[in-house]
C-alpha cells in the first residue's frame, strides 16, 4: 500500500519504522524546523532520528542518536571550551559532516537525504517538509527562543505561548512531497508533538490541502506524552492534556484517530470532533509493537 505520513522525530520514527516492517511502500514526510547551524554544522534532528529508525541504526534505550555511540568528539570539545549543550556522538558526527559538506555544494536537502537513505539501503523515502529555511521559534513567557535553545539547551523548562514558523511563508514543499500526499493509498500522521513536530510541516503552503482523510496516532497517552513536552504544552496553551485535544487539534486533516487503550474513555469526545476513535495499545516499546500498531494504522 502506498503510504504517506508526516513526521517529527522520535516517536514519528517509531511508527515510521513500523509501517516500513508492515509493508507499506513508505514516503516520510520530515519536519525541518527544529533545523539548525551549531559548531559550523547543518543539523536536522528529525531527520536523523527517522533515518537512523529506518535503517536499523538507532538507539532504542536512548531514545535518540545512534545505537553503539562513542562521545569521544564531545569530550575533546568541552576540553577545549566548545559549547557542549548538545550532544553529537563520534558516528553521528559523520552525517552532520557529509551533510554540511554536501548542502554547501549546493545539493538541497532532499537530495542528500535520499542519497544518504541509498547508501544505507533503505527503500523507505524520507523527504524534508522543504528544502528552504524553516525555523521554529518557540514563543515563551520570557521571550522567543530557537527551538533547540527552548528544547534541548533549556530542557523545555519556559512556559510556552506560542509558535512561528520562519520562512513557512516563502518557503516550498521539497519535491516529491505532494505528489507523495496526492499518490497515497493513506496518509497518516504520525504520533509526533502536534505543535512542533506537524504544524511547521503544515505552515508549508501545499500540505493543508493535501493532507486530507489521514489516520493520525495520538501522542498523548493517559493525559501526559509517552516522551517531551507535548502535555506540558498543552496545559501551557490551556487545554486538558488528551487525545480529544489532538483530535481538535486535526480536524478537517484526520478522519481517524488512534488512542490508547488507556483512553478509551476519550473515544465519545474524539468522535463529537468528527473524527473516528479506534482504541488499541499504542505504546511502541520496540519494532514489533510499532509494526502492529502499523497494520492498524494501514487498516483503519
Ligand atoms: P521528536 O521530534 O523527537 O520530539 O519526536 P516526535 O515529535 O516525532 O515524537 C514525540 C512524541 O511522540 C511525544 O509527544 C510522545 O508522546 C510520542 N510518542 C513517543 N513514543 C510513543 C509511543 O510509543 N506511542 C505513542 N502513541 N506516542 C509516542
Ligand atoms: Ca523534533
Known amino acids: 500500500m502506498k ?6 522525530g522520535v516517536g ?39 533515518v537512523y529508525a529506518l535503517a536499523g541504526l538507532a538507539d532504542r534505550e ?22 557542549t549543550w548538545f550532544n553529537l556522538g ?7 559532516v557529509i551533510r554540511s559538506q554536501r548542502l554547501a555544494a549546493g545539493e538541497p536537502l532532499s537530495a542528500v537525504t535520499a542519497a544518504i537513505l541509498h547508501r544505507l539501503g533503505v527503500a523507505a523515502k524520507v523527504v524534508p517538509a522543504t528544502d528552504q529555511r524553516l525555523r521554529t521559534l518557540v ?20 512556559r510556552v505561548t506560542g509558535f512561528t514558523f520562519e520562512g513557512a511563508g516563502t518557503a516550498r514543499p521539497a519535491p516529491g512531497a505532494l505528489e507523495a500526499l496526492r499518490e497515497a493509498e493513506r496518509i497518516v ?5 502536534p505543535y512542533i513536530s506537524i504544524d511547521p510541516i503544515l505552515a508549508v503552503a501545499g500540505y493543508r490541502d493535501a493532507v486530507r482523510d489521514a489516520v493520525c496516532v495520538s501522542p498523548i497517552i493517559g493525559g501526559k506524552a509517552v516522551k517531551g513536552p507535548a502535555a506540558k504544552m498543552m496545559e501551557e496553551l490551556g ?17 481517524t484517530l488512534v488512542i490508547d487503550e488507556a483512553d478509551a474513555h476519550e473515544a465519545a469526545a474524539v468522535e463529537a470532533e468528527g473524527v473516528r476513535a479506534v482504541v488499541v495499545p499504542t505504546l511502541m516499546a520496540g519494532p514489533e509493537d510499532a509494526e502492529r500498531l502499523a497494520r492498524i494504522v494501514l487498516e483503519a
Open 12 to 50: 514519528g520514527a517509531k511508527l515510521a519504522e513500523g509501517l516500513a516492517r508492515a509493508g507499506a511502500e513508505l514516503t516520510v514526510i520530515a519536519n525541518t524546523g527544529d533545523d539548525f547551524e551549531h559548531l559550523g554544522l547543518s543539523i536536522s534532528p528529525d531527520i536523523d532520528s527517522l
Open 239 to 255: 487545554l486538558k492534556p488528551s487525545s480529544a485535544a489532538v483530535a481538535r487539534h486535526y480536524r478537517g486533516l484526520i478522519r
Open 3 to 8: 503510504v504517506a505520513a508526516l513526521s517529527g
Open 62 to 83: 536512548r531514545g535518540w542518536g545512534r545505537a553503539d555511540e562513542s562521545w569521544s568528539f564531545m569530550a575533546a570539545l568541552g576540553a577545549l571550551g566548545g559549547e
Open 139 to 158: 514563543e515563551t513567557e520570557t521571550g522567543p527562543l530557537a527551538f533547540q535553545h527552548y528544547f534541548v539547551r533549556e530542557r523545555t523548562a519556559p
Open 189 to 193: 500522521i504520525c504520533p509526533s508533538n
Open 90 to 96: 563520534d558516528a553521528d558526527l559523520a552525517m552532520h
